[in-house]
């Protein structure tokens, strides 16, 4: 099956920092990204989505940028906060797929 | 609350048992799909429903079964547990019955096996 992984399994940040979780990805018919929050003992949280059409795309506080060259995804969470500590997952679709492949998750940890 | 409810939250059952797991979609969603989340092997996806026909397997084993009602809503059930089936469940919903439109997860059942 399809292989997502990240990078780093934790990161610890300042308050008020940036953040930059990455991700990669095996699969190049993969066409559909999502990230997603998880608190403890709460299920994932939509984030932000890319298509592969796209390299970049803007949220609130959050960007997503796609290379797919080398296949990778990461995500940036501009000046972090407490609640932003959580497990960040990225998820990989294609068009034709049934699922999404997950990654491992990357445990983000907000320094006061 | 993402509008897909699971229940039970927390369910603590022996080996040999059979437990059912229940998931009631997000309102219009028609699509299912069912998730097991252990500490060593992420989100692993099991099986999916739409409009209550089986549209995809994935790496669920012979002694789990699910189905979907006609008012949508989704039971996973587990049967001859083993110690190694304690996890997170997780079922999330979509529109369509492709997730490559993002799809909306619910809160999760625990399942500790002793």
């Known amino acids: 099956g399809e292989s997502v992984g990240l990078h780093l399994p934790t990161l610890s940040v300042q308050e008020g920092d940036n953040s930059i979780i990455n991700c990669a990805y095996s699969?190049?018919?993969?066409?559909?990204f999502i990230w997603y929050k998880q608190e403890s003992g709460k299920g994932p949280q939509f984030i932000i989505d890319?298509?592969?059409?796209?390299d970049k795309r803007q949220g609130q506080r959050v960007t997503v940028l796609l290379n797919k060259t080398v296949k990778h995804l990461s995500l940036q969470i501009a000046a972090t906060q407490p609640g932003d500590s959580a497990v960040y997952f990225c998820?990989?679709?294609?068009?034709?797929?049934?699922?999404?492949?997950f990654g491992t998750g990357t445990s983000l940890t907000v320094i006061p | 609350d993402s509008g897909v409810t699971q229940t039970p939250k927390h369910l603590i059952t022996a080996t040999g048992q059979r437990v059912t797991l229940r998931c009631s979609p997000r309102?219009?969603?028609?699509?299912v799909y069912w998730y097991q989340q252990s500490l060593d092997q992420g989100l692993q996806f099991l099986i999916q429903y739409y409009n209550g026909e089986e549209r995809a397997k994935g790496n669920i084993l012979e002694r789990f079964s699910a189905q979907q009602f006609p008012d949508l809503h989704s039971e996973l059930n587990l049967s001859s547990l083993e110690l190694g089936d304690s996890a997170l469940y997780f079922c999330a919903s979509s529109v369509v019955d492709r997730p490559n439109y993002g799809y909306t997860f619910g809160s999760g059942t625990r399942l500790t096996v002793v």
């Open positions: 890319i298509r592969s059409n796209m």
């Open positions: 309102s219009g969603d028609l699509s």
């Open positions: 699969n190049s018919a993969s066409d559909y």
């Open positions: 998820a990989e679709s294609t068009n034709t797929g049934n699922q999404f492949y």
